[in-house]
């Protein structure tokens, strides 16, 4: 199976909003709600930051909000900060044999 | 404080077996499904495999199964992949992480992650 599709880049200025896409298929995404977001910085360890499409974990901010519609799976961060700046990666539950997919990772930069 | 730590990597020659251990700390680890994620240089993150608590429930990524073999200890805490007929698409950093729950269906949470351990594959 091949792994989920997310653009490969994002950006914009502090205190905006930009919201990431991860396209699956109606054998993953759009069967499953079970939609995680990582972030990930260079070097560290990558963080839970959405799971089960829209539940964010105890101690993330609820600028992150994640939501899904069909296929799509989007994270929304709001209110962008210097720190926000990190890869951002999809996962999915894919059904036979367990799976999981991942999207190919979205860099998000903040102007 | 939950704590995941890999080792076992290192340089090996295609071809070659290598075993990877996690161990883990901070949580009733016979409680918790566990997952190898693994990223290779430049790339982003690829699931590898996933244990129930049991080791009742297992899956592979297609791009490792009959290779490598997933494995826990519940009464040592610690986490295994062996991986067998190793190839230079396996050069990657491999993290363990941890699963909210028991199970691995319908699951594609890793809540915790250890810092990972590097695999190079080389001759």
């Known amino acids: 199976q091949s792994a989920l599709t997310q653009p490969p880049s994002a950006s914009g200025s502090p205190g905006q909003s930009v919201t990431i896409s991860c396209t699956g298929t109606n054998s993953d995404v759009g069967t499953y709600d079970s939609v995680s977001w990582y972030q990930h910085h260079p070097g560290k360890a990558p963080k839970l930051m959405i799971f089960g499409v829209s539940q964010r974990p105890s101690g993330v901010p609820d600028r992150f909000s994640g939501s899904k519609s069909g296929n799509t799976a989007s994270l929304t961060v709001s209110g962008l900060q210097a720190e926000d700046e990190a890869d951002y990666y999809c996962s999915s539950y894919a059904g036979i044999n367990n799976r999981v997919l991942f999207g190919g990772g979205t860099k998000l930069t903040v102007l | 404080e939950v704590q995941l730590v890999e080792s076992g990597g290192g340089l090996v020659q295609p071809g070659r077996s290598l075993r990877l251990s996690c161990a883990a700390s901070?949580?009733?680890?016979?409680?918790?499904?566990l997952h190898w994620v693994r990223q290779a240089p430049g790339k982003g993150l690829e699931w590898v495999s996933s244990?129930?608590?049991?080791?009742?429930?297992?899956g592979y990524a297609d791009s490792v199964k009959g290779r490598f073999t997933i494995s826990r200890d519940n009464a040592k805490n610690s986490l295994s992949l062996e991986m067998n007929s190793l190839r230079s698409d396996d050069t990657a950093l491999y993290y363990c992480a941890k699963g909210p729950g028991m199970a691995v269906a319908k699951i594609s949470t890793f809540d915790y992650w250890g810092q990972g351990t590097l695999v190079t594959v080389s001759s």
């Open positions: 244990i129930s608590w049991n080791s009742g429930s297992i």
């Open positions: 901070g949580f009733a680890f016979h409680d918790h499904a």
